[in-house]
């Protein structure tokens, strides 16, 4: 499957936008992807790097290799590594870093939340307008994501422990919604996408081009969206450690100054 990329270097930024968003994950995506297609010219902004399909961690090494962890005592790790953990106090987060964000670690489950969630804590206007518009907004995003359940000819070894595991416990075991093609399929975006091979059963690295994370979707009609991404560890061996990093300052002092001289 030949991969053609959308992110861009911060070299071709251009010195004005209408909308600036940060981060590429479910909700800034679809915010983006609505005012280009409004529009309006709009540039998103990734700390992560956009990763080729067959390019995502395999093994336990280069899962740990891509790896970051942020805490109260400061981040281990490469700043664009995939995995990222956020340690706090009373909660820890596990977030994905790239283009696409969190949907491309999330293994692509996609169920509804229960009713009981919004109870309490979230805005009144949204509590009010659970069984309107918000019920829309989720069935139009399961819609648009392509949500089925696994088929059932596809059983993982997961799957079988955790129906011993439920039967044990007296409770049945459902296949849950995902947002994995298992047919050879154009999809809501207008991408071509190809069945899943069972490959890596609903881990991150389901190459070639079965997953449809949040940059899947985007790709048809949205090349007035710019990406500014983070050259990858590699890019920076090729180019030697202190290149890119010595780039972006000449290019943001560059900018400096012909704002000043403005």
């Given at each position: 499957m030949k991969w053609d990329p959308i992110s861009s270097g911060l070299e071709d930024?251009?010195?004005?936008?209408?909308?600036?968003?940060?981060?590429?994950?479910y909700g800034t995506s679809v915010a983006a992807s609505r005012l280009a297609r409004a529009g309006r010219r709009v540039c998103v902004l990734e700390r992560g790097r956009e990763i080729a399909p067959g390019d995502y961690p395999d093994t336990a090494k280069e899962a740990r290799e891509a790896t970051q962890v942020h805490s109260t005592l400061?981040?281990?790790?490469?700043?664009?590594s995939l995995f990222t953990f956020h340690?706090?106090?009373?909660?820890?987060?596990?977030?994905?870093?790239?283009?696409?964000?969190?949907?491309?670690i999330n293994a692509n489950v996609a169920i509804e939340a229960d009713r009981r969630?919004?109870?309490?804590?979230?805005?009144?206007?949204?509590r009010d307008d659970v069984d309107g518009g918000l019920a829309a907004g989720i069935d139009r995003a399961q819609r648009m994501l392509g949500a089925n359940p696994l088929p059932p000819g596809r059983t993982p070894a997961k799957l079988v422990a955790l129906t011993e595991a439920g039967a044990a416990l007296g409770h049945d075991v459902e296949r849950?919604?995902?947002?994995v093609t298992f047919a050879d399929q154009v999809n809501a975006a207008g991408v071509e996408q190809h069945a899943c091979t069972g490959c890596d059963q609903v881990r991150p690295a389901l190459h070639p081009g079965r997953r449809r994370a949040a940059g899947m979707q985007r790709r048809s009609g949205e090349r007035r969206v710019r990406h500014w991404r983070r050259r990858s560890?590699?890019?920076?061996?090729?180019?030697?450690?202190?290149a890119p990093r010595r780039r972006v300052a000449r290019?943001?002092?560059a900018r400096s100054r012909s704002r000043s001289a403005r």
């Open positions: 930024l251009d010195d004005h936008y209408d909308v600036v968003v940060v981060g590429s994950g400061g981040r281990v790790g490469d700043p664009s340690m706090g106090k009373d909660i820890s987060v596990l977030s994905g870093c790239g283009l696409g964000g969190t949907s491309l969630v919004f109870d309490d804590v979230w805005p009144k206007a949204l849950t919604e995902v947002t560890r590699a890019a920076r061996r090729r180019r030697g450690s202190g290019a943001a002092r």
